[in-house]
């Protein structure tokens, strides 16, 4: 039997900018289970980083803000803790890999020490035993040599071998959950399969669940158990991983799904899904996919579908799987 290692229920995360309230989350609910991968995929702009975020409680220095819900890990909820007991918790037993490592390391400080520093704090090694761990962490993630890079800067490497520095960093203190931001993002495919086949490793051999946040479909169909698909601040559909690719329901889902190139199709244009997300500050009424929706019905612009099981372990949010509602609509 699975145990949940992470619940989410009901997340509201509200961006306050020039007396507006923006709802970037707006009831998210999802869980992951110990050492699985639960893949959250979606448009820029669906809410995947600030939900991420919201966990980690990386808000405090922005416009925005935790107003509603709950994050549960192992039984604490993560939005009662104060700082310093928040502060045990990340980077110890929840990481994160942010999306840009160029942006998210120090440019004045070596590489050893920015590892090193969660490594003193959290596992309280001296600075002798921290390099050691160090050095280590760096030859795990398949950086050469080790010996000389922890004393490099990161401007000194490469897009690739920075990535594999944020890995290390998250990995530093055997986390039991990483959540991996876009972690292949504007990587050449050679060393994005590298990051994927490490970040595989790492999980099958410290049992680390994964948040794996992405758009990247083909990443989803090689690295996930089972999938969240984020649309305008909430999941509109949960499933397994071949269930999602087999048999999508959600008409955003199929969207997302029929805009990815295939091997051997005849046609050179891909099928996109026509519009754009919807503006956080300003949302449309009812069903939010709605206006982009080949298959909208009236009620889809009037109400905003709940989200439910449609089988075991599937659920959608759509209006064409909630027959008791949509009875004599167009």
């Known amino acids: 039997m699975n145990n949940k290692l992470l619940e ?23 869980y992951i289970n110990e050492g699985e991968t639960l893949g959250v995929v979606g448009e820029s702009g669906c809410g995947k980083s ?16 935790v107003v509603d819900g709950s994050i549960h890990f192992k039984e604490k909820n993560l939005l009662s803790l104060s700082a310093d007991e928040l502060r045990e918790i990340r980077g110890n037993e929840i990481a994160m890999i942010f999306q840009e490592p160029m942006t998210s390391l120090n440019p004045v400080y070596k ?6 520093e969660a490594v003193k704090l959290h596992l309280k090694y001296d600075k002798k035993r921290a390099r050691e761990h160090v050095i280590n962490m760096l030859m795990l993630v398949g950086i050469p040599r080790a010996e000389e890079i922890i004393d490099e800067y990161p401007h000194q490497l490469s897009g690739g071998m920075r990535q594999r520095v944020m ?11 990483l959540i991996a931001d876009e972690p292949t993002t504007a990587l050449d495919v050679t060393i994005q399969a590298q990051i ?3 970040m595989k490793k790492l999980k099958n051999e410290k049992g680390t669940a994964i948040m794996l946040i992405t758009h990247d479909l083909g990443v989803v169909a090689e690295m996930c158990d089972r999938v969240v698909v984020m649309y305008a601040g909430k999941v509109v559909e949960e499933a397994d991983v071949i269930e999602i690719f087999e048999n999508p329901k959600h008409p955003y889902t199929k969207g997302l799904l029929n805009s990815v190139p295939k091997l051997g199709q005849k046609t050179n244009r891909l099928d996109p899904i026509p519009g754009n997300v919807p503006n956080p500050a300003n949302m449309p009424k009812g069903c939010k996919f709605a206006p982009r929706c080949s298959e909208a019905m009236d009620i889809c612009n009037e109400n905003e579908p709940d989200l439910r099981q449609i089988s075991n372990g599937h659920q959608c949010r759509c209006f064409l799987y909630q027959k008791e509602l949509t009875k004599g609509a167009k």
Do not use: W
């Open 8 to 30: 989410i229920s009901n997340l509201k995360t509200y961006f306050f900018v020039d007396n507006r309230q923006i709802p970037a989350v707006n009831g998210v609910d999802l």
């Open 50 to 65: 600030v939900t991420s975020l919201s966990v980690m409680g990386l808000l405090e220095h922005t416009p925005g803000r």
């Open 111 to 116: 590489i050893g020490e920015q590892i090193g």
């Open 167 to 177: 890995i290390a960093m998250a990995m530093a203190c055997n986390p039991t959950l």
């Open 196 to 198: 994927l086949e490490l």
